[in-house]
């Protein structure tokens, strides 16, 4: 009622991961000034699309729990736990990606999109397990070093 509709729709949760994904990784660091002024004009874009004109929320279907997501993702040739693990899957990816836990955040039809194309995978948890015992071992190398340093003096 006297609102002007709006052309682009309101990011998705994945947008604003990837926005929050982008200022960690220019918090603390020394990105170029253009690097910057490009976050800082999408920063502004996708808050620009979070509102309407009066400065309200934009009334946006509400984000589906994990469970009502595995539901949608059921179907012919996959189960509902299947559907359950890909959710699971997906949410612990895009935590690890992001830095923070999104298992509350609620999905949208975009999230749906990416579960059921593969888009966002889980890192290989046998590489991850491999690489943490490296940086255990060179650590206590690094350890035994010192003490071996300490112990000759």
């Known amino acids: 009622m006297g609102r002007r509709a709006m052309t682009t729709p309101p990011p998705s949760p ?4 990837d926005l929050t994904a982008r200022l960690r990784a220019l918090t603390g660091c020394r990105a170029d000034e253009a ?12 808050l620009d699309r979070m509102a309407d004109d009066e400065g309200s929320a934009v009334a946006v279907q509400p984000p589906m729990t ?5 539901r949608a993702l059921a ?7 299947d559907s359950r693990a890909l959710v699971r899957q997906y949410l612990d990816e895009v935590s690890r990606q992001v830095g923070v836990p999104v298992h509350r955040w609620g999905l ?5 999109r990416a579960i059921g194309s593969g888009a966002v995978t889980a890192a290989d948890p046998e590489q991850a397990r491999r690489e943490q015992l490296a940086t255990w071992h060179a650590d206590d190398h690094g350890l035994d070093a010192g003490i071996d340093l300490v112990r000759e003096r």
């Open 14 to 17: 994945r947008e604003i991961a």
């Open 35 to 46: 690097e910057r002024a490009a976050f800082l004009e999408d920063k502004e874009a996708l």
């Open 66 to 70: 994990a469970e009502t997501a595995a």
């Open 75 to 81: 179907g012919p040739g996959r189960t509902l736990d």
């Open 108 to 112: 949208d039809e975009e999230d749906l």
